[in-house]
């Protein structure tokens, strides 16, 4: 018996329990599939043997490729009976860190007995290529990554726990550095002369804790042939980023600026969180990005180009994905792809292939 066979449901491969009924044609919808389809091909990839790429920082705080598995990912195996996949939630655990709106990340893995909560992560389903590399060779292909200011709310907290006594919080003061005598952290003009030391105190804090740094982020690729809306034979595979690996994300080996970009300012909200967090033992997350805008807008904490991405990520699977097309069947179940809403390209793509099922 195949996996489509065993399933006569509409649903996604190994969440037995979950927040969303697949059921229900209100759950496909391209918000929620854009987050539990990765969560199902990370369990796919598990069943399989085939460990997700886990981008890391060595001692140096120099960025690494390495590999992870579902269940180091998850913290539990993600096949497991007794794992509930809730989307779209808080996480309680870092709670105490911010205060604030309270807000949701994209995936909390919780104990279905207790409802005790094992991890919390971030999803982007990103596409390969991006607009930006889809005429380059196929070896350079690459994807655009967008961040939420919710995901550095997150990152923050993943660090303040492990600085969360009075020897922590000691240690974290060395390692902030003298504090820049800004009066006004919304005035970009006096935070700009400051930020070569804004940044390397950040980098500091990442060589100080590498050896405890966690997975964050959930990248998934979904490939193309070029700019043809059809899915190559080798499409899908899964890059996760840790905590202090996403930081790499928005140095972009600048020092000094002239101005503040999106980028720069995530830093920046990195170290005044981080500072108020040494100060008052938590820090004010709503405030930080309110009234630290720098005159641009909030919708998204900065977004990376797949040419900006490319040394990041590049590797043989970034080239070559490891699950191909026909695998798919496997991972929607159920018919469940005849209730996807064709509102983005993925979700296009996979209505348009009804030959793939």
């Not at 539990?36 to 990370?42: C, D, G, N, R, W």
């Not at 655990?93 to 604030?100: C, I, L, S, T």
């Not at 655009?144 to 919710?150: A, D, L, M, N």
Request: hydrophobic share 35%; glycine share 6%; net charge negative.
């Amino acid at each position: 018996m195949n996996i489509q066979d065993a399933h006569t449901l509409p649903g996604l491969f190994g969440q037995k329990h979950s927040s969303r009924d697949y059921a229900q044609e209100k759950f496909w919808g391209k918000n929620q599939f854009n987050s539990s389809f990765p969560a199902s091909l990370v369990a796919y990839m598990s069943y399989r043997g085939v460990r997700p790429v886990y981008l890391c920082v060595d001692k140096d705080n120099n960025l690494r490729h390495s590999y992870i598995s579902g269940t180091e990912l998850f913290g539990i195996d993600p096949l497991d009976d007794n794992l509930y996949y809730n989307f779209e939630t808080n996480y309680v655990p870092y709670e105490k860190y911010y205060v604030g709106k309270r807000e949701h990340i994209d995936l909390v893995l919780a104990h279905y007995d207790t409802g005790q909560p094992i991890k919390g992560l971030e999803i982007k389903l990103t596409a390969l290529p991006d607009n930006t590399t889809n005429m380059m060779d196929e070896n350079h292909y690459s994807c655009e990554i967008v961040v939420r200011p919710s995901t550095i709310c997150y990152m923050v907290c993943s660090i303040c726990k492990n600085y969360d006594t009075a020897e922590g919080k000691s240690r974290l003061k060395d390692l902030l550095g003298d504090f820049p005598k800004i009066r006004h952290w919304d005035v970009a003009d006096e935070v700009i002369p400051f930020y070569p030391e804004i940044l390397a105190a950040i980098e500091n804090i990442a060589k100080d804790m590498h050896g405890l740094q966690e997975p964050l982020m959930i990248q998934p690729v979904w490939k193309t042939n070029g700019r043809k809306p059809q899915l190559a034979d080798n499409c899908l595979d899964v890059f996760v980023w840790s905590n202090l690996a996403a930081i790499h994300m928005c140095t972009q080996n600048e020092r000094k600026i002239n101005k503040i970009a999106r980028h720069n300012r995530s830093i920046i909200w990195i170290y005044k969180m981080l500072f108020d967090f040494y100060v008052y033992g938590h820090f004010d997350y709503d405030n930080t990005i309110n009234d630290l805008s720098y005159g641009t807008k909030n919708d998204k904490a900065f977004a990376i180009s797949g040419q900006v991405s490319y040394p990041l990520l590049h590797s043989p699977e970034l080239t070559k994905p490891r699950i191909r097309k026909d695998e798919l069947k496997n991972i929607i179940l159920g018919g469940g792809q005849n209730m996807l809403s064709p509102e983005r390209r993925f979700d296009a793509i996979i209505v348009n292939s009804p030959e793939l099922f």
